[in-house]
Every structure is written in C-alpha cells, then in structure tokens.
C-alpha cells in the first residue's frame, strides 16, 4: 500500500539555521504529496500541497518541491524561528482519491533562541 | 474559520467498558475522518465518512465503529475498550477530494 517514511524523528536547531526534514514516498500513480504542521496542544494544520511533477508548494518560509524521480517531498526553510517549533508531518494522497491521506510518522521540530 | 468540536477533551475509560468520542464540524464539509496519534506511527486513518450515513473502514480499523448521523456530526465507538486503545484521537472534515484536512484538538484517552 501507499507510505510515507519521514527520516528524522527529531530535529533541534537554533535561531536562523536552515531547516531540512525529508520525507520520501511509496506510492503508484501521481499522489498528492502535503505538509501539515502541528503546534502543542493543538490539531494538525494544513500547511500546503503539491499535485505534479516539480512543483513546488510554500507557506509561511517553508516549501517543498515534488520529485518524482526521487519520489521526495522534502520539507525546508531558510531561517528557522523559535515561534517554528512543531511536529511537522508530511502526507499522501493517492492518485485515486485525494480525500483519504496517508502520514508520515512526523517530525518534531524544536529551535532554540 | 473552519472549526471542527471533539468531545470529550480528556477520557478515563476501563478495559471492557464502551465509549463515545464525538464530533462536530461546522464547515459543511462532506468528508469526515478519525485519526489516531501515537508516537512513533504518526497519524494513523481509523474510519471515514463521504456523507451522512455513510462510514468506511480505515487502515486500522479494528476494535472501533463509527457512525454519520448527519453531515455535522461524526462519532467513534469503542464497544470494548482496551489498553492498547489508549492514544490521542483526532477528528477531521475536508471538501471532497482536495486533501486539506481541517482537524480538532484532539481528545486524549485513556483505558485502564
């Protein structure tokens, strides 16, 4: 079935350092590929998407482009803020039906001052 | 805003006993999903629901139910809680097919 394998279960970063969580993906077709971010104590947001080969989505500093030849959706963003800390999620959605995603296992992500 | 309702916040449940864990979306949307976070499995898909009336199994869906009675409201039922249920929950509503969840804030259950 379709998978999302994100690699680093915790990131820790101080202050204006450049951020990279990688996410790599298992599925056939052309899912949709999404980052959602979650703040402590609250639900998962949506942060954006992508839907095709080297597009690239952003929100907020942060983006991603999809691969598909590497089948990655890395997340990154040049300078990273303390207000940044969170688990961030990267997602799937089969070519079939975008309705139902499939996460990654998440990454916590904490910036020290 | 979109705003989607759990309830209850927090849970203490025993093994063997039934549970409710309800929802309430605001945003009428037509899906509506239950998740599960654990550390280490992320988000994990238990049910869903295309409308009112309908649900399908998720890819955990074992040991759980749901029910649509309507499009505003989406309920997970544990008929036999056990310990390996316990985890936090989180209900979503999203329009159809564009993937963008809009989630709750989580209800937190525990089974003894």
């Known amino acids: 079935g379709d998978s999302v394998t994100q690699t680093e279960g915790q990131v820790a970063l101080s202050e204006e350092d450049f951020l990279t969580i990688h996410c790599n993906y298992s599925a056939s077709g052309y899912p949709a590929l999404f980052w959602y971010v979650q703040y402590p104590g609250e639900g998962p947001q949506f942060l954006f998407r992508?839907?095709?080969?080297?597009e690239k989505g952003s929100s907020r500093g942060f983006e991603a482009t999809y691969d598909k030849g590497t089948t990655s959706f890395h997340l990154r963003k040049a300078s990273v803020q303390e207000s940044d800390s969170a688990v961030y999620y990267c997602a799937l959605g089969s070519s079939s039906s975008f309705s139902k995603l499939v996460f990654g296992q998440g990454t916590s992500l904490s910036v020290v001052p | 805003e979109a705003a989607v309702t759990q309830s209850p916040r927090n849970k203490v449940a025993v093994t063997g006993g039934k549970v409710t864990l309800s929802c309430n979306q605001t945003n009428n949307h037509n899906n509506m999903y239950w998740y599960r976070q654990d550390t280490g499995h992320g988000l994990r898909l238990i049910h869903y629901?295309?409308?009112?009336?309908?649900?399908e199994k998720g890819d955990i869906p074992d040991g759980y139910k749901a029910s649509r009675p309507s499009q505003e409201n989406f309920s997970l039922i544990l008929e036999l809680a056990t310990p390996s249920q316990t985890s936090v929950y989180f209900c979503a509503s999203g329009a159809r097919n564009t993937g963008q969840l809009y989630f709750g804030e989580g209800s937190k259950l525990t089974v003894l």
């Open positions: 629901s295309y409308g009112a009336g309908s649900t």
């Open positions: 992508a839907s095709r080969d080297k």
